[in-house]
């Protein structure tokens, strides 16, 4: 049985050496990035059981993704490879440590091809949490068919939703965007977006507000980032603001989102007071911004513990 279940796309990510206009930079490091797969990596590093799957390119790319995430020790058995499309990729462009840009060849990837034929219902069914973003439903309309699939699945079956928005802004309008991101805010149990995401879903600008509107008045989870400052939560019982921790150097801000959804489903998975989660997801976002790539700064619960706790590495 598994803690967690999750998937979505993950593509090959060109990550510049230097720092340059892309049209200049020749060096690149060959890493992967995908939201639900950095998610999927933070909670197996963090102790938990996970299961991750995607439709890939039968190509090079394709079995390269499919091997670093078996390799971080997460379940791939239900990853499809397919011949029909090849494996999405996508090239980042650094200005500066925060200026980071990004450029997509994911267009009708093998990802985008997922239907809900593809899913596996028991295999959803044996998990603890569904993890889904607002990814998927950006990607093709059996992309969207597929995850509003696995979703009704969860509630069938008594497995909790937790939903990040990940709003793409390349990948869809605002208008459509917020009508989908809504309905599944709607039928999630948790709901992980940032302010911005929360912004535009609600129209309100405070935390307070946002996560009211979220709730659509039922027993629902709210967290709410906030970058360095934290996060906002709220459930039936609780309701607070968790400072951030401090950072001395912003290597690369991307994939602190996911970072923090992992240690919030993680405290969530261990029965913490929501508090408690939201101050995990916190340090998990913290040390990933403190190191270059998407998934190479997850951290293991130790060094979570560790931050937490106050105790810093020092050299023997
Ligand atoms: P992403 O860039 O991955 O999409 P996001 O916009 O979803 O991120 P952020 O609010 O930027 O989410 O970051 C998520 C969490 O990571 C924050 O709530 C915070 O806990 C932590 N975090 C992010 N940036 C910093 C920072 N500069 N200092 C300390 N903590 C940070």
Redesign the pocket.
């Known amino acids: 049985p598994l803690d967690v279940v999750t998937f979505g796309e993950t593509m090959v990510l060109f990550n510049p050496e230097q720092m340059l206009p892309l049209e200049y930079n020749h060096k690149f490091m060959k890493q992967i990035g995908g939201a639900e797969s950095n998610v999927a990596i933070g909670l197996k590093r963090l102790g938990h059981s996970v299961g991750w799957f995607s439709k890939l390119g039968n190509d090079p790319f394709g079995r390269y993704i499919h091997k670093f995430v078996l390799g971080e020790g997460v379940d791939t058995s239900r990853c499809i490879f397919t011949d029909e499309a090849p494996t999405g990729l996508f090239f980042k462009e650094k200005r500066s440590a925060t200026d980071i840009r990004v450029f997509y060849y994911r267009k009708n990837s093998a990802a985008s091809l997922i239907r809900p034929e593809d899913l596996d219902e028991e295999y959803i069914a044996s998990a603890k949490i569904l993890h889904v973003t607002g990814i998927t439903p950006a990607l093709s309309s059996s992309s969207r068919d597929t995850v509003f699939k696995a979703i009704e699945i969860a509630k069938k079956r008594g497995v909790k939703i937790v939903f ?1 928005p ?1 709003l793409r802004l390349k990948l869809w309008s605002k208008e459509e965007a917020k009508e989908v991101l809504l309905t599944m805010a709607k039928e999630a149990d948790v709901i992980l977006p ?4 929360g912004e535009l879903m609600t129209g309100k600008l405070t935390p307070e507000e946002i996560a009211e509107e979220l709730s659509f008045g039922q027993a629902k989870t709210i967290v709410i ?7 906002y939560y709220q459930s039936d019982t609780e309701r607070g603001y968790v400072e ?4 001395s150097q ?1 290597v690369d ?8 959804a992992a240690g919030v489903i993680s405290g969530i998975l261990q029965n913490e007071l929501l508090e408690n989660a939201v101050r995990r ?2 340090a ?3 040390i ?2 403190g190191v270059n790539g998407d998934v190479e700064g997850l951290p293991t619960k130790d060094e979570v513990e560790q931050l937490i706790n106050g105790n810093h590495h020092s050299q023997d």
């Open positions: 990040d990940n940032g302010l911005d995401e980032k906030l970058g360095e400052k934290g996060a951030g921790f401090k950072v912003i801000p991307v994939g602190a989102g996911d970072g923090f997801g916190n998990v976002g913290a990933v911004v």
